[in-house]
């Protein structure tokens, strides 16, 4: 029997991966083209329940991942019944979680060590937007602000530069601050 | 005793506080302002878990709410373990609730009986963005497309009308179209 060779792990990160999967997209880009997805089904007043479950990339769809139910609602001061976590509370838990991971992935690939990070994000919305009563606001996010903590032996003009590389690499970041095209449509099928 | 006056309800939309919301708001547009939070603890590799709890509106901080968990993290071919969905699907599913919600209170706020919604969301990243081996691609979402079924006693052409005011008024909708600004330091508390 031959010894398994263990992968090079940084910070949780196999990036022995992360450096073949980039070999292999600088041959093959078409190996980098992704399609995420969701389903919406609304159940009552303000509440209701997406489901994420396939995906498509590295050129094969992916039907492995047992689907998982994400209940929305608003507070009652919102007219709902907090039988979920608002929207807009999602797209901040979405921000972070991309933000970490890029913060944490690009760090791995220059070997830096990480014990912890942490950061919290807060946004503000002028409801007249929503409510229709101002074509004055934006009716999405005005402003988001966000804070990181990173326990690691780097400089502290080190975090500065994991932060801005975070920034630049994160796809929920980029799809907020640089906009994305969404269409909508009436379902034909 | 008096007998305790219903709500006025269309679609388990409290239409009498809608509408006093919006009266309230004329008067006193600071009752509009909301923060919205969230927190993110890096657990391992790409894994992550944001909470969501407390927010300020209506003049109020509300704290009233129990802490809610979500657990992100990547598929193995994005070198992660399943722990958790995603962040760029966790975008889809708070597009879906925020479309869904605002077509539904708009829709309730006409009168219009709905006794169904369903919506399905598809999204286009390319890695090489998130990689950094290309700046030519977007590194977020390079198109959303969004698909909504409707099932009400409305004509093809009052369905696309709620469509199109669900994107008008959806915050999520506007923030990912539109943009916004977002500012991320090291926290300095």
């Known amino acids: 029997m031959e010894a398994k060779k263990e992968p090079k792990l940084e910070n949780g990160i196999n990036i022995d991966q992360l ?9 093959k880009p078409d190996v ?7 389903t919406n089904k609304w159940i009552n007043g303000t509440h209701s329940q997406a489901t994420v479950r396939d995906f498509y990339g590295a050129l094969t769809e992916d039907n492995s991942r047992k689907p998982v139910l994400f209940d929305m609602d608003e507070p009652p001061v919102l007219l709902g019944n ?5 929207p807009v509370e999602y797209l901040l838990a979405a921000l972070s979680g991309c933000l970490t991971t890029s913060l944490v992935a690009h760090a791995s690939a ?12 807060e946004g503000d919305i002028d409801l007249r937007g929503f409510l229709g009563l101002s074509e004055d606001v934006p009716v999405g996010y005005k402003n988001i602000r966000v804070y990181f903590k990173i326990d690691a032996d780097v ?15 994160s796809p929920v970041f980029n799809t907020i601050t640089k906009s994305a095209p969404v269409s909508v449509e009436i379902d034909k099928k």
């Open 19 to 27: 450096f073949a999967t980039v070999d292999l997209i600088k041959q």
């Open 155 to 169: 400089s502290g003009q080190e975090k500065e530069e994991m932060v801005r590389v975070a920034q630049k690499y």
């Open 110 to 121: 220059k070997g830096i060590k990480i014990r912890g990070v942490q950061s919290r994000y």
């Open 82 to 86: 907090n039988r979920g976590t608002n």
């Open 32 to 38: 980098a083209e992704f399609k995420f997805r969701a």
